[in-house]
């Protein structure tokens, strides 16, 4: 089966700049999950979705950060202005709804450099 | 809310040797400890994972044991090959599907040959 797919696999912006990430989750998967991984450290949770619904959005930077799922397939993170700390790996996440949260795939994730 | 805790942050052992990662975790209500590897450039990939309702389990090389009471899990790896070597991070959360996964700050793990 496909797995999760993102686009673009790399971006270099510089501060200030707006730059818009994609998502694509594996055919079903009502769930879907946005998340923030800076070199070094574990993935953080930006958002959840499940279908077109947010379920979780409490460490969305909401004043710069926004996401959507409009259809409940795909997503896309936007980020407006970007900040130096911005740089970091997001990566998307997809997975069955209900009690199947073993099946989280992850996608290959965008590589964001905010100069 | 929940916090989780990994140790140590880098471990190098001798190939064919074990190995061994730590978590605790803080919130009572998680019940679901799954655990990811991630090689460098690649996305995490879920290695092995345990419910609460069950204190160890295995999967070939790979085991991970659960201490509801203190709050704790831990991964081990058994006769360790090159190909482990990767950044591993255990994760936490409750088995609702509202409930989110939080993630530890991860684990480099190096097996010397």
């Known amino acids: 089966e496909a797995g999760v797919a993102q686009s673009p696999r790399y971006k270099i912006i510089e501060k200030r700049q707006s730059v818009a990430f994609w998502c694509n989750p594996i055919s079903g998967h009502a769930t879907l999950y946005w998340y923030q991984q800076i070199l070094g450290q574990g993935p953080k949770l930006l958002i959840q979705f499940q279908n077109n619904g947010v379920v979780d959005d409490s460490q969305l930077p909401k004043d710069r950060f926004s996401a959507e799922r409009l259809k409940g397939v795909d997503s896309t993170l936007k980020i407006q202005p970007a900040k130096l700390e911005d740089s970091a790996v997001y990566l998307c996440a997809s997975s069955l709804p209900g009690r199947a949260k073993k099946d989280q795939f992850f996608g290959p994730g965008t590589r964001l450099t905010v100069l | 809310g929940e916090n989780v805790e990994q140790h140590p942050s880098t471990l190098s052992v001798q190939e064919g040797d074990s190995a061994v990662i730590k978590c605790t975790y803080s919130?009572?209500?998680?019940?679901?400890f799954p655990w990811y590897k991630q090689e460098l450039g690649k996305r995490p990939q879920l290695i092995i994972d345990?419910?609460?309702?069950?204190g160890e389990k295995k999967d070939q090389r790979i085991a991970v044991t659960l201490n509801k009471t203190a709050k704790h899990f831990s991964l081990h790896i058994t006769e360790t090959q090159p190909e482990d070597s990767a950044v591993y991070f255990c994760?936490?959360?409750?088995?609702?599907?509202?409930?989110?996964?939080?993630f530890g700050s991860g684990t480099r793990l190096s097996i010397r040959p």
């Open positions: 919130d009572s209500a998680s019940n679901y």
């Open positions: 994760a936490a959360s409750s088995y609702s599907s509202a409930s989110k996964i939080i």
């Open positions: 345990i419910r609460s309702n069950v």
